[in-house]
């Protein structure tokens, strides 16, 4: 019976069970199961127990409450106080476009809300729709969300395993777990009990709901089902995983807070002012306050950073980047560290040849993945088969010793068969490329398959004129001795056992897997191929090296990531040796060495956070370790990248300040977790990507400069004509054209600037740093100060020589405009100076801006229509003549500021 508890569930739910170092037997006691399985009742009744197999979906929030939660941040405060304000003034036109600009953010929130319960979804569907399960001692298949512990679940090559399994059976069964170890080589199952302190990827005698059978046969216990499998508590640990706003979003949101309160600060005093002061009346001073407001709120500051954001997008899509929210964009530029997987990421994901040794010599091995093209060299020098026989024979046998197909499709060699196997191939192939000639040349007559039990795999062959060729590939410590020769430049000589131990060893010290390949001759009559026929007389041919090797372009990314002031971690599930060898490729672990997942396990909280800020290569890790790393580092004050294409990376991924999947190789989970996917799975296109997000703040900031100095310089002019008991040079309605036709079209150009030299040779901006620097903060009011000047002094120029207030304010929203439109071009360098010829007529987009505006305003001075909405005149040439000497001497100021500043800036 089963040992069930009182709420009726199993012990052995969520209980934490070692179920690998516990003996098959005792796992069928414990199961209350037998080798013929539950029978029907059985099955039923624990179904009732234990609910369903598959993973619980959270209830989700109403489409209401997502939406409305858009609606939860500082900047749309700002804009919906200004969306009201311009209601109580009256102007519906601007109430509108504020409001259209809040619900637009809103909706893309909106849409872009849900990334976790997506991510969850995409872990669910990973289970296996069906299992072959024995019941009532019959072999059935049945829905794999039927399954319950006890259950004995039958695997076959190509099956995902259903539930986690204790294995009770096994024929050279091999398993792809690289979703949840991050591992790239299906790892070998026995049913052998291993220690309780077994890491994950070490724990042969399981098989793990969610993971891939690539090979053999066997047999399995289900010992935990549904939320309580490896595969469920990822997707727990996932739900329970919060994400982090952008540095952009927090800065902004800071920002916001500061402007809003100068803004309500200015305008009250104004209005107190006015009032207590000047004896104007209330209502009066009210309206005048609430223009200010009007004018001082940027809000064409939401859309234009929109714009910059959804350029950045553009422009990261064409580099193979894709991003999935919009913010990302900018983070990219703030990312100090990058913890990154290995398999699939920095490597490959494919198991590639790199060293073949015969008896004579050592040859490096080329090329890329599957593809059987590259060469061959000794001392980084090309040779060719053809003219080393030792290399051509080995060759030959790894083709026709190999169970594996490569077939072109759209460009990429697809592997059919064993990894191991294609890897053989594909080294064979480049010494042998018609292959099909080498294998009608020996057809096999019979094989022994490769069983974990003997570490081998054999074959038969004959020629077209009878003779027989065994050939053998396997572990070489056990083709070793199964060898008394071995082949040297065609001739068979006596075995040197200690030569082939040292290049076992030397090859394992480079994190390189070692096959062994053997043969021998055999009579033609020799059809049936047996155990007896390869256990002893055989010769050595040579030691195959395989690894997935590093990608060459993310050697490079790597470098420049650093040269940048980024840090590159490597977190892996792989084993330690190996994540060495492959850090050595990127200059990793050279000062500190590698941190197992057992070793953080032993750490206090404290050398903990110092691990994760020291260290560069993590090896044996656990989903929980890499969330633990994640935060442990944010709480320094990092903002983290991660990148990752397996189900085991999903909670980092979202956890982290960025998350990157891999998009040809990943995961849906991982997809769904990240911010940003990388379409080609290149690891230097996070290096374009940070290019670009640097570049994305940059001209955020440029926009902001061009925009700030509008509103404020408005507010200004507008408290200067209270201050001196003035007519308003420019009218609320005049502010509205201002800030609609201007500020969002001149700050918008900006978006469009190519990146500046030198941006990935400085640091990462601080995450705590403002956006807007002293000196920034600085040439803002300069700036204002100079465009209220100009506005207010030309306003009073032209009534001072007996023009009409209309004349006056149509002159001072021209000289304002003016100014604007000669600042934008200041702004294209924020400290270099603009008035170079690439500085002046460098930006297509600027030009066509300047154009669209200057347009406008002559509309707004001359058309009939517009002049009786906005209450202005037709000027004359003297007017214009002084707009442009004014715009003039501001943009020469501004390029004196400039230089000012760069000989400050050097000199400190």
Known sequence: MVNLRPDNTVKSQGGGQPWHMISVSSVMEKCGTRAGGLTIREAQQRLTAYGLNRLPSPRPRSAMARFLAQFNNVLLYVLIGAAVVTALLGHWVDTGVIAGVVIINAIFGFIQEGKAEKALEAIRVMLSPQARVRRDGHVLTVPAETLVPGDIVLLQSGDRVPADLRLSEIRSLQIQESVLTGESEAVEKMTEPVARETELGDRSPMAYAGTLVTYGKGTGIVVETADHTEIGQISSLLAEVQSLTTPLLRQIGVFSRWLTLAILIIAAATLLFGFLVQGNALNEMFMVAVGLAVAAIPEGLPPVMTITLAIGVTRMARRNAIIRRLPAVETLGAVTVICSDKTGTLTRNELMVQTIVTARQHYEVTGRGYAPVGEFRIDGNPVSARQHPDLAAAAQAAILCNDAELNPLEGHWRLQGNPTDGALLAAGIKAKPDMDFVRQSQPRTDLIPFESVHKFMATLHHDHEGQGYIYVKGAPERILEMCSSQRSNGADLALDTPYWLEQIEAMASKAQRVIAIACRLTDPEHLNLGFKDVETGLTMMAMFGLMDPPRSDAIEAVRKCRNAGIQVKMITGDHGTTARAIGAYFDLGKDHPVVTGKDLDALSEEDFATAASEADIFARTTPEHKLRLICALQARGHVVAMTGDGVNDAPALKRADIGIAMGCKGTEAAKEAAEMVLADDNFAAIMHAVEEGRTVF??????????????????????????????????????????MITAVTLGVAL????????????????????????????????????????????????????????????????????????????????IDKSWTWDGLFGSRPVLIAVALVMGFQLLFTYLPVMQVIFHTTSIGFESWGRIILFALGLFILVEIEKTVARRYLKQG
């Open 698 to 739: 940059d001209n955020l900031k440029k926009s902001i400069l061009v925009l700030l100095p509008t509103s404020i310089g408005e507010a200004l002019t507008i408290l200067a004509a209270v201050l001196f008991a003035q007519a308003l040079p420019i009218t609320p309605v005049q502010i509205l054209w201002v800030n």
């Open 751 to 830: 978006a469009f600037e190519a990146t500046e030299a030198g941006v990935m040779t400085r640091p990462p901006r601080a995450p705590d740093a403002p956006i807007l620097s002293g000196f920034l903060i600085w040439r803002i009011i300069f700036v204002s100060i100079l465009l209220s000047l100009g506005t207010f002094g030309l306003f009073k120029w032209e009534q001072a020589f007996g023009a009409s207030l209309d004349v006056a304010r149509t002159v001072a929203v021209n000289t304002l405009v003016a100014g604007e439109i000669v600042y934008l071009f200041n702004c294209r360098r924020i």
